[in-house]
């Protein structure tokens, strides 16, 4: 079956009315009866172009990243308070960050086959959902093993977060697509800044728990404007229901101001969707695998970065830890460790400018592999006995680095898999991420207490392997049009 899409276009180019159509007429039915004309989901989107619905959908799926990337950023502040309120061992503050990255893991490839299944829309709404009420129930844990439970509980929720960049690659023309994507994790950026510049000033004087119960607010401005968050109209034709793609798509031309190609819609061939077997299958297996490790490797070092960021400030780097240790309880973080952080954060920002040209100019997979290995180069000189300045631009280098391999990789994962396996296969990539994630703490906390050298030593040489890695890649998705079955 397809769907018929004809609309009666105004007489009248100077009427103000926002609407292009008078009206727009749906019929399904059988391909031998329907008009020779035919246009596929591919052109309607080149065709709608990059307009106010997609710049609408990027601040509101903006707005789920930063939360998200509030509730991620907390763990560097949150453990060093709770190492002092509550006597932590390194092993018990590394935990915290394990159990919310062990969440993620679990939650990843569900909320990817959630997706799949039910619908973009579905997935990010639900994982929204439990990351705030349980982000908000942890500002109330009276004890450590409550901590890690409902930490835990937020980590499931956030293993949603893939879904927003599966959601927005599907309504992009490909000559923007990747830029968009980039251009859309500035407002993960905006979160890391903003959590740091409120524990500034929450931290002080409030304590964690405020900071903790202030940081899902975003979480509940987006749920809010969730029913304006349209379903992507890839999956409703992946799933037959290519009655709502065509509405989908005529909601976009009418928004963008322009008209959508004459004749019919092609319906894809219905086909098994969210099936990690279709990610193992002879034409995507080796990009499964390599792109697994990646993703382990992006959060490995991103995540580690951060929590060893926060760790070399306050012992004041890797060749005075000594002097830092010697039996002084606990570490809080000073009003200069917080301005350092922030300014951590910030490379965020700059990442951007850095992948921005790179991802169009020399492709994903070189872009992916060059990054790794800046990143790796920035990492080995921390090696070096240098001044606190010295070592904070190293770490804002580094921080640049990973954070824009980090975006390149959001951005051809959901452009190498096809329609039917493109949610869980970003869902499975951020489950095998998390794998990094849950192993860094160990490294970043408490082996760097041990070997600072040795845990440096980690970051930098995973960060090569991941390099060569991504050279490996079969498959270069710059200029390529999104595939809708494999």
Known sequence: ???????????????????????????????????????????????????WFQFKLCMLLGLAWTADSMEMMVLSVLSPALQCDWHLDKWQQAMISTCVFSGMMISGAIWGYV?????????????VTMTAYFGLLSALSPVYSWMLVLRGLVGIGIGGIPQN??????????????????????????????????????????????????????????????????????????????????????????????PLPDGTLIQSDATSRGSIRGLLSVSLRQTT??????????????????????????????????????NCGCQRLATADYVDLLVNALAEFPSILLSLPLIDLIGRKKCMATLFGLFSLSMFSLHACMHRTAMMVMLFAARCFVASVFQVAYVYTPEVYPTTVRAVGMGTCSTMSRVGAIITPFVAQVLLRAEPHAAIACYGLVSLLAGIAAMLLPIETKKRALQEVH
């Open 115 to 127: 997706g799949d299944r039910y619908g973009r829309k579905v997935s990010i709404i639900l994982s």
């Open 165 to 258: 960049t599966t959601l927005l690659a599907e309504f992009l023309p490909t000559s923007v697509r990747g830029r968009a994507i980039i251009m859309n994790t500035l407002f993960w950026g905006f979160g890391c800044c903003l959590l740091v510049a409120l524990s500034l000033l929450v931290m002080p004087t409030l304590g964690w728990r405020w900071l903790l119960g202030i940081s899902p607010v975003p979480l509940a401005l987006f749920l809010a404007l969730a029913p304006l968050l349209p379903e992507s109209a890839r999956f409703h034709l992946a799933t037959g229901r290519s009655d709502l793609a065509a509405a989908t798509l005529t909601r976009i031309a009418k928004t963008n101001k322009k």
């Open 289 to 326: 695998f390599l792109l697994w490790f990646i993703w382990l490797s992006c959060s490995f070092c991103y995540y580690g970065l951060i929590l060893l960021t926060t760790e070399l400030l306050a012992s004041g780097g890797p060749c005075t830890r000594i002097a830092a240790e010697t």
């Open 1 to 51: 079956m397809v769907t018929l899409i004809r609309y009666v276009k105004k007489a009248d180019r100077d009427n103000r009315d926002d609407s292009l159509f008078d009206e727009v007429i749906f019929e399904t039915v059988e391909p031998q009866t329907a008009d020779s004309v035919i246009f596929t989901l591919d052109a309607a989107v080149e065709a709608l172009g990059f307009g």
